[in-house]
């Protein structure tokens, strides 16, 4: 059997980075989960690498067949934007890697088994944050600072504490530091992790 390792934080913590890092790594034997999503492809992004960009349609198809695990719709000032994660074929000896929120643990957790799961969390200071997010923001073709607001808000609600307690086994790692040394502490964890499993 494989098991999912699943890398949450709220938004400007590094998770992109990191994972693009450990992908560039070769982890043996550690395949990474593309999520799906239908908003806009963002300056630099790929479709198949950061997402699988879809649209309505695409979703409800994927819905119809079954193949939806779990799904998050978010309001923004562009209309709804919905995220989503297909199944995960872990029957095999194959680990995976990927991106969440707190509400894909969740869902990931009815899902398959609590051991299938192992979850890592970047975590850094709200005001450092804040500002990477900006920064990002401020490097996309159309700037929306007010979709920048409402993530950071969202996320204060997503990763309130009494929820955060209850995810058994889960690491954490301080993204705040330099980005190598979080790379490296997160490889490490799932190296680690793997060899006892």
Known sequence: MGKIYCMIGKSGAGKDTVFSSL???RIPALAPVVTYTTRPVRTGETDGVEYHFTDDAGLAEL???GKVIE?????TVHGDWHY????I???QNTDYIMIGTPDVVDKLYEHYSADDISVIWLDMDDGERLKRCINREAQQKNPNYSEVCRRFLADEADFRPERMEK???MRKVDSSVDIDIVVSETEHLIVTDRISH
């Open 63 to 65: 819905e119809a067949a």
């Open 84 to 87: 989503f994660t297909c199944e």
């Open 71 to 75: 799904k998050r719709t978010y309001h």
């Open 89 to 91: 074929d872990i029957s």
């Open 167 to 169: 995810y058994s086994g």
């Open 23 to 25: 992908m560039k790594r």
